[in-house]
């Protein structure tokens, strides 16, 4: 019989397309895609991915069509929201968080007008295309405002007179000062997020996600992560470990025909910033060098 074989969705075009394919590339897989597919064959894993739009990824995993899925969290959310208000539970689980994709889902007035405070909110007309996240914000604050549910372009919608407001993904905050729009409340911080079934699956399958779970750690950690080399005076060894940046436990190996000197190796899970080179330099250690680190399993 085949082996059972993993379905991933991730965003077919957009800003979580690259993201995606290269955080599957890091963890080792090859895949095979023809121009315009809708589906790819993992080579090297029983894992296939299928290349869909964003907002329907949740429903994937929730009908069962498909085992995982990487889509916003702010699509996620609002999913399980509507779900909720339709009586369903959401069928979709939450399993890493993953560092792509930021944005936050905020709240935005035309430059002109005043903003106190989200009590400012009551009577007016709020243009988004997350009615449910913003249905619970105004909800959790006992606000009352129309919310005016538009499908796209709701940067546009308060220069049409459609809405007072918006309340629409931002990330560096370019769109909303090009349409003339100030960002006054954040609704909802969001990033990337890898999904699954909560459903048990067969063994083997079940073996892989651990597997790629596993690796999506590895590749999260090695991003900021160096391999640090360096020869310090035994004397010092004391203070050079504590400037060594996020490292619990280097590995400190003598030097032959240097008896009061040690080579100290060390994994630097923060960024490795010239001040602390210079600080390391200045406390004795020299021959230091700083290298990237590939791949990493703990
Ligand atoms: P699709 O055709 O797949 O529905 P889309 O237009 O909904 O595409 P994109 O604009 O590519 O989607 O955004 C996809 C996701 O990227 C968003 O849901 C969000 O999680 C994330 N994102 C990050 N920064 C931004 C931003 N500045 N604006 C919009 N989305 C952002
Ligand atoms: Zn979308």
Redesign the pocket.
């Known amino acids: 019989m085949d082996e059972p074989r993993l379905k991933l969705a991730i965003?077919k075009s957009?800003r979580l397309t690259d993201p995606s394919l290269d955080l599957l590339t890091r963890c080792g897989l090859k895949i095979s895609r023809g121009k315009d597919q809708l589906m790819a064959y993992g080579e090297n894993m029983p894992l296939d991915v299928l290349f869909v739009?964003?907002?329907d990824i949740p429903d994937l995993v929730q009908e069962d069509v498909c085992d995982l899925g990487l889509v916003g969290l702010n699509?996620l959310e609002e999913k399980r929201l509507e779900l909720a208000a339709r009586g369903h539970p959401a069928r979709f689980e939450q399993v890493r968080k993953l560092e792509f994709g930021r944005c936050r889902l905020s709240l935005a007035v035309p430059q002109g007008a005043s903003f106190e405070g989200s009590s400012s909110l009551r009577g007016k007309r709020i243009a988004t295309?997350y009615p449910f996240l913003l249905e619970r914000y105004l909800r959790e604050r006992d606000l009352h405002a129309e919310i005016v549910t538009l499908s796209g372009a709701v940067e546009i919608a308060p220069r049409l007179g459609r809405a007072d407001l918006i309340c629409d993904l931002v990330s560096t905050g370019s769109t909303l000062q090009a349409n003339h729009l100030r960002e006054v409340e954040t609704v909802l911080e969001s990033h990337a997020v890898l999904i699954r079934t909560p459903l048990a699956l067969p063994p083997l399958k079940d073996e892989w996600v651990e597997r790629l779970l596993m690796r999506i750690d590895g590749v999260q950690q090695v991003r900021e992560s160096k391999y640090i080399m360096l020869h310090a005076p035994r004397a010092a060894l004391a203070q050079i470990r504590k400037l060594l940046p996020g490292s619990e436990t280097p590995t400190i190996i003598p030097l032959e025909g240097f008896p009061d000197k040690v080579a100290i190796h060390a994994v630097c899970r923060e960024t490795v910033f010239w001040e602390t080179l210079e600080s390391l330099k200045k406390a004795g250690a020299s021959a230091v060098l700083v290298l990237p680190v590939e791949k990493m399993l703990v």
């Open positions: 965003q957009g739009r964003d907002d699509v295309t």
